[in-house]
């Protein structure tokens, strides 16, 4: 694998989003005991001829002033939603915007996925775009994709997303 072919991937969201739980299901590792991250983890996971580095940073109120301490060098922002999680949805919009205005992170490909569509409760991904105001995004490519981490539905359409978007900015 040549360093062309190296993406680094930064996987944020709020505490309890699935994070972890994607990150491990990526990889093919058990996801039966999970615990929140205290800090992160990184997972190097092998897809369509890239190797992404995957950093999974916690999401708790308190760890997040640190997440600008990964954004140096990020190819592509993934971002995780609680579908089900609807009173935090405010919170969740408000972080991501954060992230979108930051400088080292200008014109990174975001992708959102929408998580947890194994729940009855789950909002459809439509409607979570319509409330973050996706559509207005246009300094850079971005996607929504619903999933579930637990079952690893609509996972690897997101990668196959973010391997996409990486070729084309590198081309």
């Not at 990526?26 to 039966?32: C, F, H, M, Q, R």
């Not at 916690?58 to 609680?82: A, C, H, M, S």
Request: hydrophobic residues 35%; charged residues 25%; aromatic residues 8%.
């Amino acid at each position: 694998i040549t360093p062309d072919q190296e993406v680094r991937i930064l996987l944020l969201g709020l505490d309890n989003g699935g994070k972890t739980t994607l990150l491990k299901q990526l990889a093919s590792e058990d996801i039966t005991h999970i615990t929140p991250t205290q800090g992160f983890n990184i997972k190097s996971v092998q897809s369509q001829g890239f190797k992404l580095n995957v950093w999974d940073i916690g999401g708790q109120r308190k760890i997040r002033p640190y997440w600008r301490n990964y954004f140096e060098n990020t190819d592509v922002l993934i971002y995780v939603i609680d579908s089900a999680d609807r009173k935090r949805f405010e919170e969740t919009g408000q972080e991501l915007a954060e992230l979108l205005d930051e400088e080292k992170l200008s014109g990174v490909p975001v992708l959102v996925f929408a998580n947890k569509q194994d729940l009855l409760t789950a909002a459809p991904a439509s409607e979570i775009a319509e409330g973050l105001n996706l559509h207005t995004i246009r300094d850079r490519v971005w996607q929504i994709q619903s999933c579930s981490a637990l079952t690893g539905e609509g996972v690897q359409d997101g990668m196959n997303w973010v391997c996409k978007s990486v070729n084309a900015k590198r081309k």
